[in-house]
Structure formats: structure tokens, C-alpha cells
């Protein structure tokens, strides 16, 4: 069965300043993997995906992940932080692109 | 494009009524998924459809939810008897084929 670990509950940083998410898997086959984010009583917003081809991935907001086998990781990055950027962010696998199972969310906070 | 449509947004009901929530999907959309969001529990998967027929309720947590799609545009679920610990967001999604998730706004129930 797949699984996703967020380790970390909450990321602070400073605005301007690169931000990383961390999100591990495990899935039996080829993973599809997902990051959504969640505003205040917000439902989950798409952000990127991986399912095949380049290992880094842009997707909205200027939002980027790195997909890594060996370390079966697929950390969400950003170069420059925004205060809007503060949210909740689910990281998610799927096999086959059918359903998915996400990781318990990590907050992530900005200060200016 | 409208997006995935869940109704209400809040409810409040007492404990032992029944409580139906709706949805929705995009247009065009052949999987349709329940998610419901505590913080204790995080994001779960309840049931999924695919081309209306039931895939996997194995998240369904008792006999008391149950869930239904007549027809490719609607999907409900419902609770009966309600209870306290039905308390939760309720997520409706789908997608096209193993392409990308969308979720609606979602339904946020609370049992008094």
C-alpha cells in the first residue's frame, strides 16, 4: 500500500527567503506523485505533479519539486518566499493515478 | 469551467438526524472521490467511483455513511444516524482518467 511522510509539522521563513517542504513515499510500482495546497477554510488547491519525465517540476505560484528515486523524495521548493505563500501543503502519491493518499500536511508559515 | 460543486458548504444538525451532502464533478470527469478532513486524522479517503460504480469503500468507516452516483454529474453521501465524531470536513473530487485531482470547496459538517 502507498504512504506519504511529511516530516516536519510546520516550516517558518523569512520572506525572500528559499523555502523546502519535505515529502518522502513508498508505492509499490511507478508513483504519481501530487502537492496540493489548502488556504483557511479553503479546499485543497493543485499545485504540481510527477508522473513521468523531468525530475524537477514547476507547477503554479512559481512552486517547484524534485523528484528523487533513490531517496524516494519529492520536496517542494521555492526560491523566494511570499507572506501569501503561508498555508497548509499536503504532498500525495498515487499508483496508477487512481486514488490518492496524502501526507498528514505540513504548515507553512512566513514572516515578513 | 465551474469546477467540482459540493452543497452545503456548512451544516450544523443534531446528533441522530441524517445528513446528506452532494456533489457535483467536473464535466466530463469519469472518478469521483469522498475525502474527509480531521485533525486527528487527517485526509481520508472514503470511496471512490469510477464511471459511477462503486471502486473502493474500504474507507467507509461504518454502516452508517454510505454513498451513491446515479448519474456521471451527482454524487451524494450520506450519514444516518449522525454523530458527534461525524464531525469533519467532507471533500468531494475527481478526475479525468488518472489525470489531476480536483477538489471541490467542501462540506464542513459539525454534529451537536
Known amino acids: 500500500a502507498q504512504s506519504v511522510a511529511q516530516p516536519e509539522d510546520q516550516v517558518n521563513v523569512a520572506e525572500g527567503n528559499p523555502l523546502t517542504v519535505k515529502c518522502t513515499y513508498s508505492v509499490s510500482g511507478n508513483p504519481y506523485l501530487f502537492w496540493y495546497v489548502q488556504y483557511p477554510n479553503r479546499g485543497l488547491q493543485f499545485l504540481l505533479k510527477?508522473?513521468?519525465?523531468?525530475?524537477l517540476v514547476k507547477g503554479s505560484y512559481g512552486f517547484e519539486a524534485e523528484f528523487n528515486k533513490s531517496q524516494t523524495s519529492f520536496h517542494l521548493k521555492k526560491p523566494s518566499a511570499l507572506v501569501s505563500d503561508s498555508a497548509l501543503y499536503f504532498c500525495a502519491v498515487s499508483e496508477y493515478g487512481n486514488k490518492l493518499v496524502f501526507g498528514a500536511g505540513t504548515i507553512l508559515r512566513v514572516k515578513s | 469551467d465551474a469546477g467540482v460543486i459540493q452543497s452545503p458548504r456548512h451544516e450544523v444538525t443534531e446528533m441522530g438526524q441524517e445528513v446528506t451532502l452532494r456533489c457535483k464533478p467536473i464535466s466530463g470527469h469519469n472518478s469521483l472521490f469522498w475525502y474527509r478532513q480531521t485533525m486527528m486524522r487527517g485526509l481520508e479517503l472514503l470511496i471512490y467511483?469510477?464511471?459511477?460504480?462503486?471502486?473502493?469503500d474500504s474507507g467507509m468507516p461504518e454502516d452508517r455513511f454510505s454513498a451513491k452516483m446515479p448519474n456521471a454529474s451527482f454524487s451524494t453521501l450520506k450519514i444516518q444516524p449522525s454523530e458527534p465524531r461525524d464531525s469533519a470536513v467532507y471533500f468531494c473530487a475527481s478526475t479525468l482518467s488518472g489525470n489531476t485531482i480536483y477538489f471541490g470547496e467542501g462540506s464542513w459538517l459539525t454534529v451537536v
Open positions: 510527477y508522473i513521468t519525465g523531468d525530475n
Open positions: 467511483f469510477n464511471n459511477n460504480v462503486p471502486i473502493d
